[in-house]
Each structure stands twice: as C-alpha cells, then as structure tokens.
C-alpha cells in the first residue's frame, strides 16, 4: 500500500467517513510530501531532528520495536499552526482534530513506511535513513 494511501485510511478511520478521501490525499500531500504528492522522509525526519530533539521518537517509528507516541501539540510546533490549520480547512475539521489525527496517523505512516519497521538497522542509523529517502525521492 502506498504510504499517502495509509495515511489516507488512517486518517478516515480517525475522523470518520463523513471526511472525503481524495481531500485528506492532497491536504497529506502537502503537509508531508516534497511537492509531488509523495511522502518526503528525510524533510520528515530532519523536522523531527531539528525540533527539540524529537529524533527519538522517530528512531522509534523507524525501528524495531514499539512506536513512542506522539501529541498533538508536538505536531503543531513540528508543522506550524498555520498549515496545520491548512491542512484541517482542506479535510473539513477543526485544527485541533486535525493535529491529533496527525498525531495518531504519522507514526503508524512511518512505521510502516520503513521495510518490516526495521529502517533504522538496515541503513546505520537516522543519517542512513536520510541518505536512503534522498535517494527514493
């Protein structure tokens, strides 16, 4: 499965049925993609690295073993207010539905976007893990 498309089911089952699908895709698109509509890891990744110290919570995701979660209120200082807010007009709910979708949605997105959730192993560490999304994207 396409990881937008993941995070498009995970996001519907967050917000209910009532959300259209193809609003959540380009709204999802462009808070985490690198403006071809496809996930960008390594902006992902440096956003959570550069902002304190979240790359824990990422090495996580990327990893073996259980997912940290993640609030949202981390979301919205990872992201902004401002294009969470844009996200949340385009998918029909309010902001801060929309950041704690994100924050349920994001994790389950990057675990699974990692090969069997094991990233990290495979390609030494966060900065192989950025090596491989500049590569893939």
């Known amino acids: 499965m396409d990881i937008i498309q993941l995070g498009i089911k995970l996001l519907q089952e967050h917000f209910g049925s009532q959300v259209n699908a193809d609003a959540i895709g380009g709204a999802l698109g462009k ?10 890891l390594a902006g992902l990744v440096s956003r959570f690295s550069g902002n304190g110290g979240l790359q824990g919570l990422v ?9 940290q979660g993640i609030d949202a209120s981390q979301i919205l200082s990872i992201f902004g207010g401002d294009k969470v807010g844009s996200f949340a007009q385009e998918v029909g709910v309010s902001t801060d539905a929309a950041a704690g979708g994100l924050a349920a949605a994001i994790p389950q997105m990057i675990d699974k976007f990692s090969s069997s959730g094991n990233l990290l192993e ?13 590569k893939l994207f």
């Open 31 to 40: 808070l985490l993609g690198g403006g071809d509509g496809k996930l960008d």
């Open 59 to 67: 090495g996580s995701w990327l990893g073996d073993g259980p997912n």
């Open 122 to 134: 495979s390609t030494g560490g966060l900065a192989g893990v950025l090596d491989v999304a500049k």
